[in-house]
């Protein structure tokens, strides 16, 4: 009998994978489980662009170009030039899902044994991504206290080496809705510059931003054009996660020759979604407004309901719909399960992401939980309530939180 | 600058894909171009399948599971049922077309380093496949003279070596139109045993055999259970290539396991391609019959036509909607620039895949190319025009070919 491959063992998991049959249990005890572990939006996809689908009337589903239908590119580098990224409709590959393009990108840049530095806490599938194409992750580590700001360039280059190859970046963050300032991402592209480094950078929630805060996307820095590199996905701006419809971003011709070549081998992004992406172009800025304005109420509720529970260390994310805690636990991990098996108030409990797998370094997060803020408020009133008590109840506390590292300043 | 990955610059690409500029160029100039090169069938997608996806009406266009919608898959494990191939909902993940069940497929079998032997010609972008997982493709050469029948147990022997764990073959075949009997299969399966390898088969064209020749599974062999592994799509049977849309089936549960894993990283295939889907299994019989024999009516005439071409090696395929030819001519790269920049008959030309990049073997196929038959009998029969009158004005034509090997007897 043959067996599977080293890696086919060794991919790494989602962080609440291991939760959802102990989440199913529950469900099926009859309680109720507020799902705060999760990126799939309650918000309505826009009408408009489901309608624009659903009247389609053509008779052959065909492949589109490798590269996406020239009609959505062209309005896509529109898009893009509204918000200040001036590119071309030449310069945007079409991908199924941001995924893909965080495969294709990696493929295309680095080499197998190559490395690329991303800070952590990060995206745990980007591990999954990078095991595939064969490059090592070097994380450094973002810190809680500071609202995961980006750390300083001599951080960077102390991980920096002769086998770095980019720096990869989510921005707004998944998974702590840290929003990078123009500064910030000036001094990534310095250190790009200086050691030849693409600069690679998800920013799939760039609508998502605020407190007035701006969003800076790595295609607006000058004199970056061969290094800069872009990641999008219609998935969370829209609402429309199942389109499967992404892009990858740039104006270095040398890769998208090469991300076009893996592009190619798989034939087609997927039509319907490419459709509904494109309509998606037309929809009027009040919906993403309003949208903008929901997620906002939602986090600012969230973070309030944090603030007052004893012993939690939290912040106000800048961006995104995801924050992170540190709670007067020994194991978060414990603790989500815990949640799901022992735990019920007035009959419903809620289900976390444990901190620990966002981070690379062995040790870091255990103490810490991803929330995604994808319910109304209603419910993320009623979620909060159970964590409160849930805290209370917890029999595995520790001490509370450490003071404030010293040096570690907001940026 | 940062420059691209070295895999990057040399991702392996599709045999016609340097011709299509000139394609473009040829049409630019008011030829027309009969394309025979590409598989994109100019069948219409059932109608009811469309229709279904049309008339959806939720709200939010959600991710799907992982592993696909839990009623298409119990829907696709009935109809696999229905062909004499007994599979559990749970034993088929559903994948972004065949192209991502083929690569995900390879990950969760194959290391780094390790062998795949294809019967070659195969479709080219195995390669590009095979480049992303690191593994190394190991032909083994099928003949024209044959009808690329597959080659006896002991060439395959000759080419399986340590580090070999799978063999890979698309049946019916894609690009020769070779359909495999259960003889060749079984002996197949019996070398999958001896050497503890994986048989992964691409059967994406099951529905497309003449004659009244069966269609045979792997996954209808017995006591192959945890060596078969199945690699499908809704492109071509439903001609749904846009849907993206396939299947990874096989009994192994490690295999299972692993796939999911991958599958897991990007999240979702798409939505409505997988409403698509669902509905084409409620499809009458009577489309894929009329399917059926649309493909077959042209196979005959692409046949007729051929054989009748002073010079030209060709044979009957038993299944899907390609064939081979040999021409005599020295270089059918050559020929296929030529056709569409020097020639034309009465305004118009044909497009062709060569057949050398089909080969993984340097020199074999050098007077081949692939003609898939995906245009209308009308068409069909003026492209056949063009192609006699090619072969006689075309200036640099060689001795017609040799008589058949000795040994290669039809299997």
């Keep these: 009998m043959p067996s599977i491959s080293m890696r086919g063992g060794k991919v790494p998991m989602s962080p609440f994978r291991k939760l959802i049959p102990l989440a199913d249990k529950a469900k099926a005890a009859g309680k109720h489980v507020y799902h705060l572990n999760i990126g799939?939006?309650?918000?309505?996809?826009?009408?408009?662009?489901?309608q624009k689908v659903r009247a389609t009337d053509f008779k052959i589903l065909e492949y589109s170009p490798a590269e996406g239908n020239a009609s959505y590119r062209k309005k896509l580098a529109a898009y893009y030039g509204s918000l200040g990224i001036s590119v071309q409709p030449e310069e945007i590959i079409v991908t199924t899902g941001a995924s893909e393009a965080i495969l294709f990108i990696l493929l295309a840049c680095l080499d197998p044994g190559d490395e690329v530095v991303i800070p952590e806490p990060f995206y745990a599938n980007y591990n999954g991504f990078a095991q595939i194409a064969g490059v090592s992750v070097k994380p450094i580590t973002c810190h809680i206290e500071t609202g995961?700001?980006?750390p300083d360039s001599a951080a960077f280059e102390s991980v920096i080496g002769p086998k770095t190859r980019a720096i990869m970046i989510t921005n707004p963050s998944n998974p702590t809705g840290a929003?990078?300032?123009?500064?910030?991402?000036?001094?990534l592209a310095a250190l790009a510059r200086k050691y030849g480094l693409f600069l690679i950078a998800d920013e799939v929630y760039r609508d998502f931003c605020y407190d007035g805060r701006p969003f800076f996307s790595v295609l607006q820095i000058p004199g970056l054009e061969e290094h800069a590199i872009l990641v999008d996905s219609i998935s969370k701006r829209y609402s429309?996660?199942?389109?499967?419809?992404?892009?990858?971003v740039t104006r270095n011709r040398d890769v998208l020759?090469?991300?076009?070549?893996?592009?190619?081998?798989?034939?087609?992004p997927p039509a319907f979604g490419q459709i509904l992406a494109e309509a998606t172009l037309e929809v009027g800025e009040e919906y993403l407004a309003e949208v903008r304005e929901e997620y906002r109420r939602r986090r600012d509720l969230a973070y309030a309901r944090l603030s007052r529970m004893p012993g939690v260390v939290s912040y106000l994310p800048g961006g995104a719909f995801y924050c992170f805690a540190r709670f007067p636990v020994d194991s978060a991990e414990h603790f989500c399960r815990w949640l799901l098996e022992d735990f019920d108030h007035q009959g419903a409990t809620v289900m976390l992401s444990p901190g620990e797998s966002f981070y690379a370094t062995?040790?870091?997060g255990v103490d810490e939980v991803r929330l995604a803020y994808v319910l109304c408020c209603e419910d993320i009133e009623a979620a909060m309530d159970c964590l409160e008590v849930a805290l209370q109840e917890y029999p595995f506390k520790k001490q509370p939180a450490q003071p404030l590292p010293a040096g570690l300043a907001s940026r």
Excluded: M
């Design 40 to 50: 799939q939006p309650d918000i309505e996809t826009p009408a408009y662009a489901l």
């Design 148 to 150: 995961f700001a980006l």
């Design 179 to 187: 929003l990078y300032s123009r500064q910030a991402l000036e001094e």
């Design 240 to 248: 429309a996660c199942g389109a499967r419809v992404g892009s990858a």
């Design 257 to 268: 020759g090469a991300v076009l070549r893996y592009a190619k081998l798989r034939l087609s």
């Design 362 to 364: 062995p040790g870091l």
